[in-house]
């Protein structure tokens, strides 16, 4: 959730509010987008702590039977081709 919220104080539009949640709010105020796959435990991680915080995605859905995770332009976004992967505007997010 901070790692998220980064950007916009490092870009100092609302810098120095020191309210991380009001921050996390106002930079998520567009849907993020969550390629996700649904038996996956790390990805219903993610959806439960979203659904706690109030927050809604748009979601992706991504089919690792049919390699969906292994196209070109996936991959180009995650090189490590895992789920689930944020993106947000340009801004990135997967974990190792
Ligand atoms: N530590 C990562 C692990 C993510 C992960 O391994 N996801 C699996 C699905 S549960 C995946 O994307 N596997 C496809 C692959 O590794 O190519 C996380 O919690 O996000």
Redesign the pocket.
């Known amino acids: 959730m901070i790692q998220l919220a980064l950007p916009l104080l490092e870009g100092g539009s609302i810098a120095g509010v020191g309210n991380e949640e009001y921050v996390f709010k106002c930079y998520c105020r567009n849907k993020l987008n969550l390629y996700y796959?649904p038996?996956?435990?790390?990805?219903r991680?993610?959806l439960l702590t979203a659904k706690a915080l109030g927050l809604e995605f748009n979601l992706i859905f991504?089919d690792?039977f049919k390699n969906d995770?292994?196209t070109p332009g996936f991959v180009k976004q995650n090189p490590?081709?895992?789920?689930?992967?944020l993106v947000h505007d340009g801004f990135i997010l997967?974990?190792?």
């Open positions: 796959t038996g996956s435990p790390p990805c991680s993610v991504m690792l995770h292994m490590q081709h895992t789920l689930p992967t997967w974990e190792r």
